[in-house]
Antibody
Framework: QVQLVESGGGVVQPGKSLRLSCGAS????????MHWVRQAPGKGLEWAAF????????DYADSVKGRFNISRDNSKNTVYLQMNSLRAEDTAVYYC????????????WGQGALVTVSS | EIVLTQSPGTLSLSPGERATLSCRAS???????FAWYQQKPGQSPRLLIY???SRATGIPDRFSGSGSGTDFTLTVSRLEPEDFAVYYC?????????FGQGTKVEVK
């Protein structure tokens, strides 16, 4: 069965960096795009970033563009989110999600990693 | 950027009742790229519907999606106790992949 496991969350000071990882299993990772979606405490879902199956295409929400970088290592079945210049408003649970079959909806989600940006 | 507005914000219903959730886009969108998700407290979101009306794997047939243009609907024909949750609509296939703000379905 499909499993997505995020790691790397924690407490970080404003302006610092953090890298999230998402390990995938149960499907042919190299054939699917991946998303990062975040959810601030008590708030709704916000799409943050996307990467194509081979890493050749990337896209970001305006709120993270220029600060966050999504990447993947298909040999390790892992997708990453490098977060730089973190702000208090980046505090959220970050979910990785797998592209659906035939469309870029999110058909499977990880359990999430909490990132808290605070001094 | 297309904005998705969900209504109502909260829906108070009893088990067995029909739930109708609305999602309106700020401009006309392709119905091929519309999805609905369910999220329960402390859990990750779960895909219910994609392509406006296709149920995801394992989703009961009491969940159905419809719509076109700017107006999309998720219907739960008869609410089961496990259906009380927050529901989000999403437009995908374009940048950004926008979510609505959510509708909470609570027990009346």
């Amino acid at each position: 069965q499909v499993q997505l496991v995020e790691s790397g969350g924690g407490v970080v000071q404003p302006g610092k960096s953090l890298r999230l990882s998402c390990g995938a299993s149960g499907f042919r990772f190299s054939r699917y795009g991946m998303h990062w979606v975040r959810q601030a405490p008590g708030k709704g879902l916000e799409w943050a970033a996307f990467i194509s199956f081979d890493g050749s295409k990337k896209d970001y929400a305006d709120s993270v563009k220029g600060r966050f970088n999504i990447s993947r290592d298909n040999s390790k079945n892992t997708v990453y989110l490098q977060m730089n210049s973190l702000r208090a408003e980046d505090t959220a649970v970050y979910y990785c999600a797998k592209w659906g079959v035939g469309g870029s909806y999110c058909d499977y989600w990880g359990q999430g990693a909490l990132v808290t940006v605070s001094s | 950027e297309i904005v998705l507005t969900q209504s109502p914000g909260t829906l108070s219903l009893s088990p067995g009742e029909r739930a109708t959730l609305s999602c309106r886009a700020s401009q006309s969108v392709s119905s091929s790229y519309f999805a609905w998700y369910q999220q329960k407290p402390g859990q990750s979101p779960r895909l219910l519907i994609y392509g406006t009306s296709s149920r995801a794997t394992g989703i009961p047939d009491r969940f159905s999606g419809s719509g076109s243009g700017t107006d999309f609907t998720l219907t739960v024909s008869r609410l089961e106790p496990e259906d009380f949750a927050v529901y989000y609509c999403q437009l995908y296939g374009s940048s950004p992949a926008t979510f609505g703000q959510g509708t909470k379905v609570e027990v009346k």
